[in-house]
């Protein structure tokens, strides 16, 4: 299983500060529009995320943004 | 499986929020969430969760308390640092985050950082410097750039105009007490995390006593500045950095001095009272027989002890158990202006200490005796300092009296005894307080106390004058 960036759509203010700090290139602009009339981030399935966090501590709104790590070796601190 | 996500520090759902109450209050890409959630995850590493208290301020951020699962207090503009200073030494192990943006703490709050700063406070501030007024619409804050333009400066911060830019962080590092200043951004990836780790450094310092902590962090707006988040950020690196330079300002975290606790201790209301008044005996004598709230107003001029006699007196009642008030009146001069106190002592709750129709009038000079004379309520006293004043009364309705005061505390040698003559007169010749509770009372009201046994005797002299001289002789017939 590869390393997973989560958006909660209903959360996401789409300010995609997000999308500049991720080094992979794995998020992207989504086509929908949430309930508060925002445009969310989506993730590109395609990229390899590895699981940095950077898109989690650049994002401005708690809990829009989870990463889901594979390796379970490595220590993570949260964001 | 690992996870990052945000700190539990923070409500999932903001159950003090109105509408939404899923997302913050925030503009899209504010700085403000960053930079609290970085505060929530340090929060929860250093396991003090239930010790922080975080102090929201006037601004963007006033609601913050609808995000902290911690202590909140919402403070007055700008005085977190106050509010602070004092839950700290109340509980001396809170940790407590006092959080302000450049308005509310460079601007209106000035005084309040700089002391607490000066003081070396055992606080952690985080000062969020987006060089504008975000809340009331991009108006210029002490910290907006030169040109830039805001509400207020339409075309541009000029510095012959509007002064330059006021750097905080340099401001508070130029003082000896803070044991952490630094300065950090939330632009760039790398200074997001320098951001963190400085975030996590000032909240340690607190929790291990080091002293004052201030992280000043540079912080998008993009609604006011008119930018897109991501240019936003982009304008801190570009042009913000260029004139607020992000470094570390001072660090004494190598000198690992933990601060002694500067707290005061607690005191239940008895210990306090004997503390101020360095006298507990004088309380709780048998009350006098008054029926309604009385009134006594000591007017003169300043220097004749008007104020310390109301104190006197209210002392003294106080010892009798009643309630009381004290309400002076002065000029700014200490001595030769206006001086009145108006005192009422009552058996019950005193409503309002304001009275405009005494029942007993001490008239110190001339100027107060025709001031006051006609306000004394019908069947009221008046006594008069004889020495100084000869004028008429005119009123047939009150009872008067005349003491020498002035001379007879000159007399003794101090002059500024006029009032504790006046204040014995009134005791003597009314039931509002007794002479041996005034007497048990002036150790505490008075300010020198080594003139305690000449006012004793004073008082003694007095006592005297009105028990041989009344109620023969009155201040109509002394003429």
Redesign the interface.
């Known amino acids: 299983m590869k390393n997973l960036v989560k958006c909660d759509v209903?959360?996401c203010?789409?300010?995609?500060?997000c999308?500049?700090?991720c080094?992979k290139g794995c998020l992207t602009i989504d086509s929908s529009i949430n309930s508060?009339g925002?445009v969310p981030v989506s993730t590109v399935s395609e990229a390899d995320c590895i699981?940095c966090?950077?898109c989690?501590?650049?994002?401005?709104?708690?809990?829009a943004?989870?990463?889901?790590?594979?390796?379970?070796d490595?220590v993570?601190?949260?964001? | 499986m690992n996870t990052i996500e945000t700190s539990s520090v923070l409500y999932t759902h903001y159950e003090r929020k109105e509408g939404n109450q899923q997302t913050t209050h925030y503009c899209p890409g504010c700085g403000h969430g960053v930079i609290q959630k970085m505060i929530a995850s340090a929060i929860e590493e250093l396991g003090v969760q239930n010790r922080a208290i975080f102090l929201s301020p006037v601004g963007c951020s006033v609601f913050s308390y609808y995000y902290y699962d911690t202590g909140n207090i919402q403070c007055s503009h700008g005085r977190a640092p106050a509010v602070g200073t004092g839950v700290k030494r109340v509980l001396p192990d809170s940790v407590v985050v006092c959080y302000q943006g450049d308005g509310d703490l460079a601007g209106i709050g000035m005084t309040e950082i700089i002391h607490a700063a000066n003081r070396g406070e055992q606080l952690t501030v985080f000062f969020i410097n987006n060089a504008t007024y975000g809340m009331t619409g991009g108006q210029m804050a002490p910290t907006t750039l030169l040109h830039e333009k805001t509400l207020t400066t339409p075309f541009g911060r000029e510095s012959e105009r509007d002064g330059k830019p006021l750097a905080m962080a340099e401001v508070i590092a130029s003082l000896d007490a803070p044991a952490y200043v630094r300065r950090c951004a939330v632009s760039s990836t790398k200074e997001l995390l320098r951001t963190r780790e400085a975030v996590r450094i000032g909240l340690k310092n607190q929790v291990d006593k080091l002293g004052f902590s201030f992280i000043e962090i540079l912080s998008p707006c993009p609604t006011n500045w008119k930018m897109s988040a991501v240019e936003s950020r982009n304008h801190i690196e570009q042009v913000m950095k260029q004139f607020y330079p992000l470094k570390t300002f001072v660090d004494k975290r190598p000198e690992n001095v933990c601060i002694k606790n500067n707290s005061f201790p607690l005191m239940n209301d008895d210990e306090l009272l004997s503390l101020l008044t360095g006298d507990l005996t004088a309380r709780s004598f048998e009350s006098p027989v008054i029926d309604s709230p009385k009134t006594i107003t000591i007017a003169g001029f300043g220097g004749q002890g008007i104020l310390s006699g109301g104190t006197l007196l209210a002392n003294s009642a106080m010892a009798h158990g009643l309630d009381v008030s004290w309400l002076p009146s002065y000029g700014p001069e200490m001595r030769g202006g206006k001086a009145s106190v108006t005192v009422i002592v009552s058996d019950s709750s005193i409503p309002s200490p304001l009275d405009e129709k005494p029942d007993f009038l001490l008239a110190m000079n001339g100027p107060s005796l025709q001031y006051y004379k006609d306000k004394v309520k019908t069947g009221g006293t008046i006594i008069v300092n004889s020495t100084l004043v000869d004028d008429e009364i005119g009123r047939d309705d009150v009872n008067v009296y005349g003491i020498p005061a002035t001379a007879m505390a000159q007399e003794a040698l101090i002059p500024s005894a006029a009032s504790v003559v006046m204040v014995t007169s009134l005791a003597v010749l009314s039931e509002v307080v007794s002479v041996f509770s005034l007497k048990e009372s002036l150790n505490a009201s008075l300010k020198r106390r080594e003139l305690l046994d000449a006012n004793m005797d004073l008082m003694k002299t007095a006592e005297n004058y009105i028990t041989s001289n009344f109620l023969v002789n009155n201040y109509n017939k002394k003429v």
């Open positions: 209903q959360r203010k789409g300010c995609y500060v999308i500049s700090h080094p508060q925002y699981g966090g950077m989690v501590l650049s994002c401005p709104e708690p809990f943004l989870k990463v889901i790590k594979e390796n379970k490595r993570c601190k949260s964001a």
